[in-house]
């Protein structure tokens, strides 16, 4: 791993792999909405590890731009070894059962993008036959939940998405990550009620890492949501639509 | 940005209150807060490492800023550090002891914000050489109630700056700073450890050949009485430089095997007895002359290394009480201190004696010239109470004050004895917060700002 391109890296997850790969040298990109949350972001990486990084501005929503933005990418590194893609939007369950638009809104951000940026990359690293792609979906997209499922099939089509781009790739030699974190301590979560056994950043930056690095496919983490949400699958639909999770 | 109801404390764990936290992670959504209708006043929290409630605001609100910790700049040719005020001291010393360079000065818990070490104007072992940390702050950028924000350093804004040193978080909101690292060749110190009798010869000890040592400390068994009334261990001590630490690193960061105290002890654990026995322990184990080379975990943090030891003290808590009195009085004062407490039916499980420099220009900054102690005591009953109040009246005769870093219980009028400089602390804040939308739990009991 040499050159890294992190999507959303302003999130709390991004931030905390961000770190971690400067500590190990990783030339970085950061891209995402705020230039100056990112400058911020990569001023701090320079002063602590003496790295180099780069910002850029995404815009995930607008997907015409994104095939430019990945060009300007590849133009500044000369080659990208992967991408992360962290960001997402949880959006208001409520407000988007009455409000198409913030429906839309959630969906766009948290699938559609994902679709068009991840495809100009894979195109591109299908083509090498080299690279990694790593993109953060949820646990949340396992399974439909009253209050918050709008959110969730945003994520479960996002994993259904990887899984597919996982199985077009495997031949040419790219890997494709797919993690489902569990309630992580971010600004995201910050807040929110009912929350159980909320990991770290650090702890859930740490198990991405060594995932890409394993080319895993399917990374739960904390590693015992794996077991979690199995249970969670297993319950018969007759029961679970009657209760509330 | 999401705002809960929460209770929180500071590290004594008294008191507790109930307030609306955020936990702002850029500039932008930190000063949407400060407009936000929802919420009367706030105060900044950082690591909750201040003992009272001094960073509490009781149905108020709490800029929780943790998450505010960037690295700004350094500036290898002259060690100076800019980084933002929810930075840890802890991270300043993984990133830059490998490089070569230690913080100015540090308190005995690495775990505080650079925020909340001007606000409260910390100081550490060398206080009686380097002063506080605020000494080594060139300056700091502040986010204040109107929203602007400004720089301020002894040439710019100076009024502002001395009155935000030691200003307990009630100006504005610390953003940014820059300070002077010190640059070392090894991360371990030479320590010389001496026990003294009774704390007149401690006294005698720390006159005579303070000068000598850079880190000065005594632990204080706070049970003994009579001819052995303050018997203590001092800890004095300098820098090791690599030549004497035959290490393959002589800088290496030293995380000590965490032990945690795991849930709240029952309030029999450490009474009277097992205190007594823990300091007569610690007294004997030290032999009466020696000398240590000790990496700066042990040296600065010893009970870093236990995670959440303020459980040790029950779910009542504990009271951390510290004083300084000044050398013509310290005499007196430390022994009627002393007195009273092991005369008491309480005990104090760790107790700290100290020189202390002199003073500087923080309006509400604690330290000053003489000698300070610093006593645990567990809340057993409401009877504590009443007993502060008289160790306050004590320390005022001897002319000296508290801590405001540790305290929870003195009066607004024994504080305005204290620090008689309040009144040209209140005019600034005043001019810069005429809408009091900075408060605390702290300020409203002593009457620095009104309720």
């Not at chain 1, 929503?61 to 500044?76: G, L, M, N, R, T």
């Not at chain 2, 690295?71 to 840890?88: N, R, Y």
């Not at chain 2, 004095?236 to 945690?260: D, F, M």
Request: hydrophobic share 40%.
């Amino acid at each position: 791993m040499e050159n890294v391109l992190i999507l959303g890296a302003t999130s709390g997850i991004a931030q905390a792999i961000a770190r971690q790969l400067a500590a190990r040298g990783v030339n970085l990109i950061l891209a995402g909405r705020s230039v100056e949350e990112l400058d911020r972001l990569a001023g701090d990486l320079r002063v602590r590890f003496n790295c180099s990084v780069m910002t850029k501005k995404y815009d995930a929503v607008p997907i015409d731009a994104h095939q430019a933005f990945y060009e300007s990418c590849k133009a500044s590194v000369g080659r990208l070894d992967g991408v992360i893609l962290c960001y997402g939007y949880m959006g208001d369950q409520r407000k988007a059962q009455n409000d198409g638009l913030h429906a839309k809104e959630v969906i766009d951000v948290n699938f559609t993008s994902c679709v068009s940026i991840l495809h100009v990359i894979a195109n591109d690293f299908e083509q090498r036959g080299s690279g990694f792609i790593c993109a953060i979906s949820s646990v949340a997209g396992d399974r439909g939940r009253q209050s918050n499922y709008v959110y969730g099939s945003s994520k479960g089509a996002l994993s259904l998405f990887l899984q597919g781009l996982r199985n077009r790739l495997a031949k040419s030699g790219v890997s494709v990550l797919t993690v489902k974190p569990g309630f992580v301590d971010t600004r995201m979560t910050y807040g929110q009620s009912g929350l159980f056994l909320v990991a770290k950043p650090e702890k859930v930056a740490a198990d991405i890492i060594r995932a890409i690095e394993k080319k895993k496919n399917v990374l739960y983490t904390p590693f015992f949501w794996r077991w979690i949400m199995l249970i969670i699958k297993l319950i018969p639909e007759s029961l679970f639509k009657k209760l509330s999770l | 940005m999401s705002i809960i109801k929460q209770r929180l404390s500071g590290w004594g764990r008294y008191p507790v209150h109930e307030t609306y936290a955020a936990r702002p992670e850029t500039n932008s959504d930190l000063r949407k807060l400060l407009t936000s209708e929802l919420v009367a006043n706030w105060i900044a929290y950082g690591l909750g490492r201040s003992y009272g409630d001094t960073p509490l605001n009781e149905n108020g609100g709490t800029i929780i800023t943790t998450k505010l910790n960037r690295f700004l700049s350094f500036d290898e040719k002259t060690g100076i550090l800019e980084c933002e005020a929810g930075v840890s001291f802890k991270e300043i010393l993984d990133v830059f002891i490998p490089r070569g360079y230690f913080l100015p000065v540090t308190p005995g818990t690495k775990f505080v914000t650079v925020g909340g070490a001007i606000a409260n104007d910390v100081h550490g072992k060398n206080h009686h050489v380097e002063g506080t940390f605020s000494q080594h702050v060139l300056d700091f950028t502040l986010l204040l109630a109107s929203g602007e924000v400004i720089r301020c350093s002894r040439t710019e804004n100076a009024e502002l700056f001395w009155a935000t040193v030691g200003g307990i978080g009630l100006t504005g909101i610390i953003l940014t700073a820059r300070f002077k690292m010190v640059p070392i060749t090894s991360s371990y110190y030479n320590v010389h450890y001496q026990r003294a009798r009774n704390f007149e010869e401690a006294l005698r000890l720390f006159r005579e050949s303070d000068d000598q040592y850079r880190y000065s400390v005594a632990w204080i068994d706070c049970m003994s009485k009579g001819g052995s009334l303050g018997r203590c261990v001092l800890m004095r001590g300098n820098n090791a430089p690599a030549e004497q630490v035959k290490a393959k690193n002589p800088l290496p960061i030293l995380h000590k095997t965490k032990l945690a105290i795991p849930f709240d002890f029952p309030s029999f654990v450490l009474n009277k007895l097992t205190i007594k026995a823990f300091n007569s322990m610690y007294y004997r184990i030290h032999p009466k002359d020696s000398h240590k080379l000790v990496g700066y975990e042990s040296f600065y943090y010893p009970l870093d290394a236990i995670h959440q030891w303020n459980r040790m003290y029950g779910k009542r808590g504990f009271v951390q009480y510290q004083a300084v009195f000044p050398p013509e009085t310290c005499h007196e004062g430390l022994k009627e201190m002393l007195e009273r407490l092991s005369g008491s039916n309480r005990s104090s499980f760790l107790a700290v004696l100290k020189s202390s420099g002199e003073q500087n220009e923080g309006l509400l900054s604690f330290p000053k010239k003489g000698y300070t102690l610093a006593l645990d005591i567990p809340i057993t009953d409401e009877s504590l109470f009443p007993f502060l109040r008289s160790m306050d009246e004590l320390v005022l005769k001897h002319g000296g004050r508290v801590y405001l870093a540790k305290d929870s219980t003195l009066s607004p009028e024994h504080f305005r004895e204290m620090y008689p400089r309040y009144k040209e602390f209140q005019a600034i804040r005043n001019r810069v917060d005429p809408n009091g939308i900075f408060s605390s739990s702290m300020a409203r009991r002593l009457k620095i700002v009104e309720a």
